[in-house]
């Protein structure tokens, strides 16, 4: 496992290579998060130069994440991903969804939050990358069963790569992480 050991620093580039390396080694579909389409565009460059033909589904956060009735990935930036063959995935955030209205609203933390705490001990970035591979088998954009290479981040690129089976939301405690490839300090 490489871990980055610089606080505070992404590494976009470096983590998306490694994350190629892995979904080529191991023949799997990657699912990336990407909020505003930018690490999904540097994906694209990156598979774009190396000639790789892998399968990529990006999800986005939901809609009314920062502002009522929009979403951070643009129309427009949707489109251009689409074009580049990349499947794209806006559903309910897997590990948040409606048990954060009751949490926001009660001051408490339900169950799934406590998952999502957990995961985050070993970094957001592998929290976000459970949830997005659970957001995309949800939708149906990876087949069941199958390992997948997630990467996710902390709020911006990405820093995190795992490997693994996810299950669906409402079966998610059958989810396997099978590698940590790359994670922050």
């Keep these: 496992m490489k871990v980055f050991k610089e606080k505070g620093k992404v590494n976009t580039a470096e983590t998306l290579s490694l994350a190629v390396a892995k979904a080529e080694e191991l023949g799997a579909p990657m699912v990336v998060a990407s909020n505003t389409g930018s690490t999904a565009e540097q994906l694209a460059a990156l598979l774009k130069e190396s000639h790789k033909d892998i399968p990529v ?9 920062r502002e009522p009735g929009k979403n951070q990935l643009s129309d427009e930036k949707r489109a251009e991903l689409k074009a580049q063959g990349f499947k794209v995935v806006t559903a309910a955030h897997a590990l948040s969804g409606a048990e954060r209205a009751f949490s926001n609203k009660f001051h408490g933390q339900g169950p799934i939050e406590i998952m999502a705490h957990t995961l985050r001990m070993f970094s957001q970035g592998v929290k976000v990358g459970v949830e997005c591979a659970t957001m995309a088998l949800d939708a149906g954009e990876i087949p069941y069963g199958v390992p997948v290479v997630a990467v996710g981040g902390t709020g911006g690129g990405a820093d995190s790569v795992i490997v693994l089976t996810p299950s669906y939301t409402h079966s998610i405690l059958d989810t396997k992480v099978h590698e940590i490839v790359c994670k922050p300090y």
């Design 57 to 65: 589904v990006v999800v986005s956060a939901v809609y009314g994440m």
